[in-house]
């Protein structure tokens, strides 16, 4: 029964998500905001993936960052120093431990 709580403790400190086919403008940021589920009881560390089933190499361009990290939400950014528009799609971890 102890290893239920366990598990049960650290469920309560992750949330994840991911976000479908983002429209990024060549060039430039664009922003996500993120609001959590439920509040974490700490500032989360926050681990952010792009997923692409594209084989176009300009996907290599973009960058992503979480930004204004609080207990409740961030916001996810997205740079794209691409000459074109991209839609990747992005998954995301906050860990609060």
Known sequence: MHEF????DLL???QHGQIIDVT????????????FT????????IFISI??????????KLTVFAFQI???SF??????AADVTLMPSI???AISL
Do not use: F
Request: aromatic share 4%; with cysteine.
């Open 24 to 35: 990024c403008g060549p060039g430039t940021i664009t922003e996500c905001n993120i609001i």
């Open 70 to 72: 609080t207990t409740s």
């Open 5 to 8: 709580k366990l598990i049960a």
């Open 91 to 93: 998954m995301w971890l």
């Open 51 to 60: 997923l692409s089933g594209s084989s176009n190499a300009d996907y290599g």
């Open 38 to 45: 439920s509040p974490m009881h700490k500032l989360p560390k």
């Open 12 to 14: 309560n400190k992750i």
């Open 75 to 80: 916001i996810l950014r997205i740079a794209n």
